[in-house]
């Protein structure tokens, strides 16, 4: 049990809330959701169930300038697919009336006052935390003034940056969150929902305990950074005198060789350094589905990983171990080869074609089998053979046996080599007495590699990916990098490989195990004439 259990199951025991559960998600609609996102996702939906309570989607939509609709939809689709169903859908943008109400009554019993201060000007007054700050020269305005004022806000008479409405905590805490925040700001810019009908904002410390509030929020849980706002949160809701959830804090998702701020993944998507925010690089929920990912392997993830009180870095390969552990389950088993080299089989009857039988998944029998077209003349991968091998190479050499996979026991006799010296085919005999699953077939050989006809053989786009950083702290610019420097050039490698004939765009799975290789997907981009795929984790780290 994580402490924030350990909270809830107090407060049903006490019948705090009448031992009702609620949370929320609440993404603000300016990017993409990404694994960081997926964690609290779990966290929230997850609490919620546990504890047969309800979930709420919240879109903290308090900033017009930088949200968009393609976003919401996004963000819905991408936690729809990990596998989750908010109770209510809501917006922060559907509470400005109540919130505008709100603030009125607190500037009628004296507790906000507008400030026409600069930016500058009321940064400069909070001062530093060891000493108060001092007050604004406007601080002292009538209840009548700060009401005339703040309803001329909201009628538009003022610029952007004229005037705010701050809430009156006072100029000393030691918190500078609780030195007069400011509660709503002019920004004459039109909002995907509301359009024109508002030109004055709340801030997000105005609008979040209060949405939560109004929704009946009886837990809400956010990430260690926003501590230093509780106090506020706490102070508008005894303010307002309203439900007051309760903040819990625990420590955001951080993955080494991983950038997880929405900004700085909007400037690889901005700058092209990657093919959008579902490129199979990318942290993106998107871009995770993108390159295979299962919902169950990020869900299992985000177990994995647990809540923690404390700020730590997880390493990238435990979401690679996840993604490995749930694929081996349901992946189809294919075998494809990457970086082809020709396998004759000069004992082979010429026009041969043997139809062998392949297991699809050894994990689930009721995936069945299918067919293999064997024939004389192969490809096999390059990397499976070598001239030149030491004691410890088991796959092919010249006068070596291994097995083909489903297949016979064959032995490496020569090579032919063009004018520069590379290899174009390899030769060997096979022993019709090997074949699989035949009764004469016990003999043991060292290795078995994979391989596909010749003939039937299919050609695909191979899309290998490397980590996109690498920098193991990409986001780290002590020494005046900047985490555009830390791209890794080789972390795209696309290749011209063969699959099975049988493999189909139509009638593609969604996860295959290319088999000795990795784990891999159908890249969106594939048509029916050329398939791609893209690599979504290696087999073995
Ligand atoms: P970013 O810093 O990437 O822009 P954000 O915190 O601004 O993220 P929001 O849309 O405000 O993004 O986040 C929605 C919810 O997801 C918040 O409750 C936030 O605390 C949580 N969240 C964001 N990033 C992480 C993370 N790395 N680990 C855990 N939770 C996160
Ligand atoms: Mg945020």
Known sequence: MNFIEEIIEKDIENRKNDAKVHTRFPPEPNGYL???????ICLNFGLAKKYNGLCNLRFDDTNPVKEDVEYVDSIKEDI???GFQWAEEHYASDYFEQLYIWAEDLIQRGLAYVDDQTQEEISAGRGVPTKPGTESPYRNRTVEENLDLFRRMRAGEFADGTKVLRAK?????PNMHMRDPIMYRILHTAHHRTGDQWCIYPMYDYAHGQSDSIEGITHSICTLEFEVHRPLYDWFCEALQIHHPQQIEFARLNLNYTIMSKRKLMQ???????????????????????????PQSIRNFAETVGIAK????????????????DLNKVATRTMAVLDPVKLIIDNYPDHQTEELNAVNNPENPEAGTRIVPFTKELWIERADFREEADKKFFRLTIGKEVRLKYAYIICCTHVDKDENGNITAIHATYDPATKSGSAESNRKV????????VHHAKEAEIRLFDRLFDSSAPDDNEDGTSFIDHLNPNSLIVQHGWIEENLTLENAEPHYQFERIGYFCVDKEATPQKIVFNKTVSLKQ
């Open 80 to 82: 729809q697919w990990l």
């Open 310 to 325: 404390r700020d730590n870095i997880i390493d990238v390969s435990l979401l690679e171990f996840c993604a490995r552990e």
């Open 268 to 294: 690889l998507v901005q700058e092209k350094h990657v093919m959008g925010w579902d490129d199979p690089r990318m942290p993106t929920i998107c871009g995770l589905r993108r390159r295979g990912y299962t």
């Open 446 to 453: 060292k290795a078995t590699i994979h391989w596909l006809s």
């Open 169 to 173: 905590t006072g100029m000393s805490s």
């Open 34 to 40: 990404h694994i960081g996102h997926a964690k609290s």
